[in-house]
């Protein structure tokens, strides 16, 4: 019989699961609003430092564990940086969906930007103000695993998501 423990472990997992689902659609829109302009920019934006908190988060490394990045290197140099970009599938922070260069925002043209803004608002969202004012991302691994924590990301998550497919 499962320990209380492993129960909590097993359903953070699965809500880690449901999260990564919204991470991709968040991924897939930032993807197609960003993909062109990106790839002939001489200035990456993307810099290692921001992919700290991919590593320090508690929630951002379970649903790295979850994902089909569970298995990558970091690397201290270069973070999860690729030459295409980043190479996490999932446990992106926040800022990595939020940030859109002003070359991007400067195209009234992009179609693609406001759908891939509101979708990232809508994954950041998720576990604002989550236990004491804190953000999920900042909660530790102890922290997580409280019923009231477990019990609101789990509504956070259902609307986020029933919001997401209505964008």
């Excluded at 492993?6 to 359903?11: H, Y």
């Excluded at 991470?23 to 920019?41: F, N, V």
């Excluded at 490394?61 to 970009?85: F, H, I, P």
Aim: net charge positive; charged share 25%; glycine share 4%.
């Amino acid at each position: 019989m499962p320990t209380n423990l492993q129960r909590r472990n097993c359903e953070l997992a699965d809500l880690a699961r449901h999260y990564i689902r919204l991470e991709k659609l968040a991924q897939a829109a930032g993807k197609q609003a960003c993909t062109s302009a990106c790839s002939q920019c001489r200035k990456v934006c993307c810099r290692e430092i921001f992919c700290h908190e991919s590593r320090d988060s508690a929630w951002l490394v379970l649903v790295r564990q979850q994902s089909e990045s569970a298995a990558l290197r970091y690397d201290t140099r270069k973070g999860w940086l690729a030459k295409n970009g980043c190479r996490l599938s999932a446990g992106r922070p926040p800022v990595c969906y939020e940030f859109f260069c002003s070359a991007l925002l400067a195209n009234p043209t992009n179609a693609a930007i406001p759908r891939a803004r509101t979708l990232a608002k809508i994954l950041s969202g998720v576990g604002a103000r989550i236990h004491g004012g804190q953000h999920l991302v900042t909660l530790d691994a102890e922290n997580l695993r409280l019923e009231r924590v477990r019990l609101r990301l789990a509504a956070q998550l259902s609307a986020a998501l029933a919001k997401a497919q209505n964008v």
